[in-house]
């Protein structure tokens, strides 16, 4: 059973950075995609991040490139959101996601099996 567990969330003044981590168990094989996905109220989840386990190629959606990066610590088993230069549209609920495979349309939710439970980003102006 694969468990995810996100934290390091919070409220940052906009242009201060934020850490995320997600601390992962119950993978069975090592060809794994995670990600981090968000939702601001009324919006859709939408992809922010991915990593593949293997070999570590990254991927970012436009609105974050430059100022987000995602990184891991296979031996933890930990997945991390570095944020940068943070503004008040990125304010949402950060959700660590995981599926089996390779990171093909990563971007999209109904690609990964397994979710976190989130923790809230706010930023204010």
């Known amino acids: 059973q694969v468990q995810l567990g996100e934290s390091g969330g919070g409220s940052v003044q906009a242009g201060g950075s934020l850490r995320l981590s997600c601390a992962a168990s119950?993978?069975?094989?090592?060809?794994?995609?995670m990600g981090w996905f968000r939702q601001a109220p009324g919006k859709e989840r939408e992809g922010v991040a991915a990593?593949?386990?293997?070999?570590?190629?990254?991927y970012y959606a436009d609105s974050v490139k430059g100022r987000f990066t995602i990184s891991q610590d296979t031996v933890k088993n930990t997945l991390f959101l570095q944020m940068n230069s943070l503004k008040p549209e990125d304010t949402a609920m950060y959700y660590c996601?995981?599926?089996?495979?390779?990171?093909?349309?990563?971007?999209?939710?109904?690609?990964?099996?397994?979710w976190g439970q989130g923790t809230q980003v706010t930023v204010s102006s």
């Open positions: 119950g993978f069975i094989r090592s060809s794994i995609c």
């Open positions: 996601a995981a599926t089996y495979g390779y990171c093909i349309d990563w971007a999209s939710q109904i690609s990964f099996r397994y």
């Open positions: 990593i593949y386990r293997l070999g570590g190629s990254t």
